[in-house]
């Protein structure tokens, strides 16, 4: 009664099943790599809109955060270099334009020069390049948004390009990406002045 030994390399008794296994447990890899990618085109839209309202939500709390700080006042050239200042840093890839206390494209055309503006109190408002549209609601007192320049002496103040009687606010147009200022001052009554 003896038995033979065989060789580790000599040994071909599953040698056919081999390949058929490692087929099959690639196939079954390939499967669940493109039902990730599958998932992940449609989970990303909704991240990335989860992303831009807390971006959008931080930036309501800091401009809430100045409104009852210092304003700086515009008729007074003594007054201190700022009032309370508001510092925004923002990414938002696929924002075409985000829009403070102001509705620039009722219309929802796309075209933000060829209506009226409605003012929207209190309320940011961020269009996507898609045609979606959020709107953010500021809570507490009336906030008035108008833009800022600099004027000949490097002092921020209200742009007086735009005729007194056209509805005041603040628009980012897209891309939407960087650190954005907005000082509180005061002229007839209290401003939140972008300077950018």
């Known amino acids: 009664m003896g038995s033979k030994r065989r060789s580790f390399l000599a ?99 796309g075209n933000l020069s060829d209506t009226q503006w409605i003012r929207e109190n209190n309320t940011i408002i961020c269009q996507y390049k898609n045609g979606a549209r959020s709107r953010y609601i500021i809570d507490g007192d009336l906030i008035d948004f108008i833009k800022g320049t600099l004027d000949e002496e490097g002092r921020w103040v209200p742009d007086r390009i735009q005729p007194t009687d056209q509805i005041t606010g603040v628009v980012i147009e897209g891309p939407v990406a960087g650190t954005f200022e907005f000082e509180l001052v005061l002229e007839d009554k209290k401003y939140t002045m972008s300077r950018f």
């Open 11 to 109: 040994d071909t008794q599953a040698a056919d099943t081999i390949p058929l296994k490692m087929v099959f447990y690639l196939s079954i890899t390939g499967a669940i790599i493109l039902l990730v990618a599958f998932s992940w085109n449609n989970v990303s839209p909704l991240y990335s809109g989860a992303k831009d309202s807390k971006q959008i939500n931080d930036a309501t709390i800091g401009l809430m955060g100045i409104q009852n700080g210092y304003a700086r006042s515009l008729y007074e050239p003594n007054a201190p270099a700022a009032g309370s200042i508001c510092i925004l840093e923002l990414y938002l890839p696929d924002v075409s334009y985000l829009a403070f206390g102001v509705d620039p494209d009722p219309d929802m055309n």
